[in-house]
Nanobody, 114 residues
Framework: QVQLVESGGGLVQPGGSLRLSCAAP????????GGWYRQGPGKEREMIAT???????NVARSVKGRFTIARDSAEKTLYLQMNSLKPEDTAVYYCNTLDFRFPWGQGTQVTVSS
C-alpha cells in the first residue's frame, strides 16, 4: 500500500452529515500530520482542515464550526466529520500528509443537493 485511500463520500441533503475516512499504510499522520483538501467544480484545490503532529488542528473559515478533523488511536486513519452540509461543500475531497508525502489519490465525491 503506497497511497492514501479516501472513502465515505456520497449524496446528502443540505443540513446533512457525512464522515470521511483516509486510510494510510502506516501511522504516518503521527509523524507528518495530515489534512483534508477539496476541489469543487471549476475551482482550485483548497485546504479544508489540518492536524499537526501534536494534534493541534486548523479549520478553514468556510467550514469552521461545521467540520472537524480527527485521527484514530493507531494514527493510520484520518477523519473528517462534516455537519450542516451546504451545497457549496460539493467537491471531491482528498487527504494527504502536511508535507504531501503521497500523490493525490482519487478522492471521494461529496455532493450536497436537495
Amino acid at each position: 500500500q503506497v497511497q492514501l485511500v479516501e472513502s465515505g463520500g456520497g449524496l446528502v441533503q443540505p443540513g446533512g452529515s457525512l464522515r470521511l475516512s483516509c486510510a494510510a499504510p502506516e501511522n504516518i499522520f503521527a509523524r507528518n500530520g495530515g489534512g483534508w483538501y477539496r476541489q469543487g467544480p471549476g475551482k482550485e484545490r483548497e485546504m479544508i482542515a489540518t492536524m499537526a503532529t501534536t494534534g493541534i488542528t486548523n479549520v478553514a473559515r468556510s467550514v469552521k464550526g461545521r467540520f472537524t478533523i480527527a485521527r484514530d488511536s493507531a494514527e493510520k486513519t484520518l477523519y473528517l466529520q462534516m455537519n450542516s452540509l451546504k451545497p457549496e461543500d460539493t467537491a471531491v475531497y482528498y487527504c494527504n500528509t502536511l508535507d504531501f508525502r503521497f500523490p493525490w489519490g482519487q478522492g471521494t465525491q461529496v455532493t450536497v443537493s436537495s
